[in-house]
């Protein structure tokens, strides 16, 4: 197929597959003039990479995934991690829904006066650096992640 029909077939915009294509996703077999030629197998390929970002995985960490054929090579252990931080982000959201449909309601002249809002408040402000201080770690390199590890309690 060629790259018209992979994109057509597939959803994927053609720049999308040649961008794939450069980060080692998907491999074309051969260019006729212009336009790349892929074998039937992509679409395949394709839907697994739609699943991986659907799950939150990187295009790295997707790509990690794949043999240099393209065959999925998937760590169990990494989708157990992935799976558990899902969990935990769907259990933040579900508490979050929760103080919010409490904040509609509640019964407090003010919300400020709310103790079930103050919560809300205090995991929301907790949350967001704990976030801050996972996307500095992550910035700082490999070298001083492994010390911000070792001082989480544990």
Same mark, same amino acid.
């Given at each position: 197929?060629d790259?018209?029909d992979?994109?057509? &077939?597939?959803?994927?915009a053609?720049? *999308?597959?040649r961008?794939?294509? !450069?980060k080692g996703?998907? !491999?074309?077999l051969?260019s006729? %003039?212009?336009? &790349?030629k892929?074998a #039937?197998?992509?679409?395949d =390929?394709?839907?697994?990479?739609a699943? $991986? =970002?659907?799950?939150?995985?990187?295009?790295?960490e997707? !790509?990690?995934?794949l043999?240099?054929?393209g065959e999925?090579?998937i760590?169990?252990?990494?989708?157990?991690?992935?799976?558990?931080?899902l969990?935990?982000?769907?259990r933040?959201?579900r508490a979050?829904v &929760? $103080?919010l &449909?409490?904040a509609v309601v509640?019964?407090? +002249?003010?919300?400020a006066?709310? #103790?079930?809002?103050q919560?809300?408040?205090?995991?929301a402000? +907790? %949350?967001?650096?704990q976030?801050? =201080?996972?996307e500095?770690?992550?910035?700082? %390199? #490999? *070298?001083?992640? #492994?010390r911000?590890? +070792?001082?989480?309690? %544990?």
């Amino acid at each position: 197929m060629d790259i018209a029909d992979v994109a057509r &077939r597939s959803g994927v915009a053609a720049s *999308a597959l040649r961008y794939y294509e !450069r980060k080692g996703l998907i !491999r074309s077999l051969a260019s006729d %003039g212009a336009r &790349r030629k892929f074998a #039937p197998a992509v679409l395949d =390929q394709l839907a697994l990479i739609a699943l $991986g =970002q659907a799950a939150g995985f990187s295009l790295d960490e997707i !790509r990690a995934m794949l043999t240099p054929d393209g065959e999925p090579d998937i760590d169990r252990a990494r989708l157990a991690a992935k799976a558990d931080e899902l969990e935990a982000t769907a259990r933040r959201l579900r508490a979050m829904v &929760r $103080g919010l &449909r409490h904040a509609v309601v509640c019964p407090a +002249a003010s919300h400020a006066a709310c #103790p079930s809002f103050q919560r809300l408040l205090s995991a929301a402000a +907790a %949350g967001a650096l704990q976030s801050r =201080q996972r996307e500095a770690s992550a910035a700082a %390199g #490999p *070298a001083t992640a #492994p010390r911000a590890r +070792a001082r989480r309690p %544990g």
